[in-house]
């Protein structure tokens, strides 16, 4: 683990839902996020961070847990979080 108590260097899968008019579609509906890279929890928040910030909502990253810091489902909010306290830490 870094010295910020989180494994960016950890297998993780950034996902976008699909959706319609920059909305996403409910998964009562069928939908399902697809994914967009397979690779690390770090690589997975530089490709989110490249994205539009107008269509952050539509990504989340699917990681394993680490402690209290990072869920299995990392939503837009948390990413953003992450790659803030990523680059405090210079990592």
């Known amino acids: 683990m870094s010295d910020g108590g ?11 839902w699909p959706s319609v008019n920059n909305e996403r579609v409910s998964a009562s509906l069928g939908a399902r996020p697809y994914m967009v890279i397979d690779g690390t929890l770090d690589e997975c928040i530089r ?5 539009p910030k107008s269509q ?29 306290l990523r680059d405090f830490l210079g990592k």
Not at 71 to 84: Q, W
């Open 56 to 84: 952050h909502h539509l990504y989340e990253i699917h990681t394993a847990p680490q402690a209290d810091l990072v869920s299995a489902i990392l939503s837009a909010d948390h990413v953003v979080e992450l790659a803030r």
């Open 6 to 16: 989180i494994d960016f260097g950890a297998p993780a899968t950034l996902r976008k």
């Open 47 to 51: 490709r989110f961070m490249l994205q």
